[in-house]
DNA sequence: ACCTGAACACCGTTCAAGT
DNA sequence: ACCTGAACACCGTTCAAGT
């Protein structure tokens, strides 16, 4: 039967298939089983749509957050973080959209909740609790973003080529560098020791 | 005279005024006054002609680079800081694309190393300097595009309307902030203490 | 009430043709 | 060598028509 949700769904396992280049409302409604304009009278757009597909995600995310309910807060940040990243592995090409529009869904606004509970916990001032929740998630998410568009690069690019990109003497740190940039990149581990500093961060501010 | 670079320039301006959306290789070519088909020995296809974009906004950052030269490595990461958002003001389309793709051209590559010189001159052990690097872009990044995005919808949504999305009761901490959340966002300021947490961040780790 | 089908104004890109 | 023009296989969306 045509509903909303079963739309919203097709269209985020066609993303993830697929791509979210290749998730046009004709390939949607083709998986349906129906005609592109059926889907209008369900989802309005394909702009609401995308939006459709944001909420969806949120919803996603949300049991994992109420799952930590009563641990320290430097945990329940940690999961956070780590919930962010593997919601954007779980969802590659559509994860971007999580940077384009503000949480103003109910269940955006759970999360953000959730956050502000664990700053609060860890005695940071009410003034700093919106800003420090920006930073954290602005960071994850650009992270989770960096990682699944390859920003990175991991496996790609080697750092040896990256060098001899520049002109000879133009990138003194990358020479300095060279044994740390021609070892393995461990992007987990990586953001772990992210994570740390900025949870000591948090407490940093808490502490002041 | 037709040549990759004018195509570029034509490319950025037509994304600045009109958006990336707009950008198309026919509207592009309108601009330069020719056809279409008369780009692409220039410009290879449109993905590539999206490649030098980012190319052309790295060489824009980079003179803001080379200004700070000689300065406190605080006072470098701050200005950089600032220049990546200054970037995206000036370029509130296509600086996501930034977060598309790895920093492997020369100017890229002049930009990274710019930031590990900073990261030594703080003392940071050469192992942390490549993810600090990452974390500090990152985030830069991420609150420049978040900020062109509307995702912390300044002027948008009001936080009265954010809190009454969710049940009764769903959003404590919501409550327990409303008078931080019904104050005016300043997202300048806030931009600015974020630096600050993140250049004590990267001292934290220098002097461990 | 719900869906279809044709049509419109767009895309990026291929390919053969012009000068 | 450099550019044009027609064509192909796509888009999102409007609007009138069908059941």
Chains 1, 2 share one sequence.
Not at 88 to 117: G, S
Not at 129 to 137: D, K, Q, Y
Not at 157 to 164: F, H, L, T, Y
Request: overall charge negative.
């Amino acid at each position: 039967m045509l509903s909303r949700a079963s739309i919203l769904d097709a269209a985020l396992e066609l993303a993830d298939e697929r791509g979210l280049g290749a998730t046009s409302m004709r390939a949607v409604a083709e998986r349906v089983g129906v005609t592109p304009m059926a889907l209008y009278p369900y989802v309005g757009s394909k702009a609401a749509l995308l939006d459709g597909l944001v909420d969806r995600m949120l919803a996603e995310f949300l049991p994992d957050i109420g799952a930590h309910e009563g641990r320290p807060w430097r945990d329940r940040l940690r999961l956070i973080g780590y919930g962010v990243r593997e919601l954007a592995r779980r969802h590659p090409t559509t994860f971007t959209l999580l940077f384009d529009r503000p949480a103003v869904t109910p269940d955006a606004v759970r999360v953000v909740d959730a956050i502000y509970r664990a700053l609060l916990d860890a005695g940071v001032p009410d003034k700093d609790v919106p800003r420090l929740e920006r930073l954290f998630t602005t960071f994850c998410l650009g992270f989770a973003l960096s990682d699944v568009n390859g920003r990175f690069a991991v496996g790609g690019v080697n750092p040896r080529a990256r060098r001899a990109a520049a002109a000879p003497g133009a990138v003194p740190a990358h020479e300095q560098l060279a044994p740390v940039l021609d070892s393995e990149l461990d992007l987990d581990a990586e953001y772990e020791a992210d994570l740390e500093n900025l949870i000591d961060l948090v407490a940093s501010v808490a502490d002041r």
